[in-house]
């Protein structure tokens, strides 16, 4: 028996990690969390393992900040998430160019337990605006945005200039509890555009803020909708209808028969006026215009006759004499 014992021993020693992880790997992930939170609590040293391992990646401990003020600096970024713990690095992203803040920017703590605690509650206000975070690697998809934020997100029109994003907030809260919003501001000058955006984390809540019909803040009536719709209404409003060309009239040579109905003629432009007629004494007058639908089409300039030798009976044409073999 006591051999058998010292054997079971010297395996486990010998090929201990293997032998666990092969007691491990059937057990669901639940049943594991439970079992290492245990041994945690039990051992001290399991928990600054278990913490170690987890900080490890930058990943768990990285935050993604949307939603600031054009004049939030990465100072005052970091002053509004160092109350979670200790901040390894932090900054506002700005434009390359103009070097103004692109209203988003990134915390990175030194673990991960800062981490989740600032998770526990992404809403936060800064600078007048109410920020939301996540985890960075989750980019855009944070928790808070589910495939219902169509119907949470409203759209607040009518807003007074001097209408904050705290008094926007505090106005729609009594609807329900607010995930985020703020007042627009204008990149360039940092004032207020007359509207601002508020979404629920229920659907409840924003329906109740649809329907209710005190909406005077600031002295003004507001408009409330949803997001989507301001957004679609935007759309189209920007893409520009179809033109469709006017005809333009054009003139016809002289000697062709104009259309019955010629539509009016553009400003700025004229028809051709008829010539007058050619007084020169040296060369004869140039012959009449062709008739009607002739096939010889005539030139606003007269052609210089072809002198040929002229025929033994002159003919009369306009007090000049005119030969039939002349051009």
């Not at 079992?35 to 900080?55: F, H, T, W």
Request: aromatic share 8%.
């Amino acid at each position: 028996m006591e051999e058998l014992k010292k054997r079971k021993a010297d395996e486990l020693g010998n090929d201990s990690v293997e032998h666990l992880r092969s007691l491990l790997d059937p057990l669901p992930k639940s049943q594991l969390l439970d079992l290492l939170a245990k041994l945690g609590s039990q051992y001290p040293s399991i928990a600054e393992e278990i913490k170690s391992v987890a900080s490890a990646d930058p990943a768990l401990r990285k935050l993604f900040v949307r939603g600031l003020a054009w004049n939030t600096t990465s100072e005052t970024l970091c002053a509004a998430f160092e109350e979670h713990g200790e901040i390894e690095e932090g900054a506002v992203i700005t434009d390359k160019v103009t070097e103004k803040s692109r209203g988003y920017g990134f915390i990175t703590y030194k673990d991960m337990e800062s981490a989740q605690i600032a998770l526990k509650d992404p809403s936060k206000m800064i600078d007048g605006r109410m920020a939301v975070c996540n985890l960075a690697c989750e980019g855009l998809s944070s928790t808070t945005v589910t495939g219902d934020q169509a119907q949470r997100k409203l759209y607040i029109g009518g807003l007074s200039p001097d209408t904050t994003s705290e008094m926007l907030l505090s106005f729609f809260s009594r609807h329900g509890e607010i995930d985020e919003g703020s007042v627009a501001y204008s990149k360039d000058t940092n004032r207020s555009r007359g509207f601002g955006f508020v979404t629920y984390k229920t659907v409840e809540g924003a329906k109740k803020a649809l329907d209710d019909p005190q909406r005077i803040l600031g002295g003004r009536n507001l408009t409330v909708k949803l997001a989507d719709n301001y957004k679609s209404k935007v759309t189209q409003a920007q893409v520009p209808g179809s033109v469709v060309p006017m005809p333009m009239p054009m003139p016809l040579a002289p000697g062709y028969p104009q259309a019955q109905r010629t539509p009016a003629a553009p400003v700025g432009y004229s028809y051709p006026q008829p010539m007058a007629a050619y007084t020169n004494p040296t060369y004869p007058s140039p012959p009449p215009a062709a008739p009607p639908y002739s096939a010889q089409p005539q030139f606003p300039y007269p052609q210089y006759p072809v002198k040929k030798e002229p025929q033994t009976t002159p003919a009369l044409l306009g007090g000049y004499p005119y030969y039939v073999g002349n051009q």
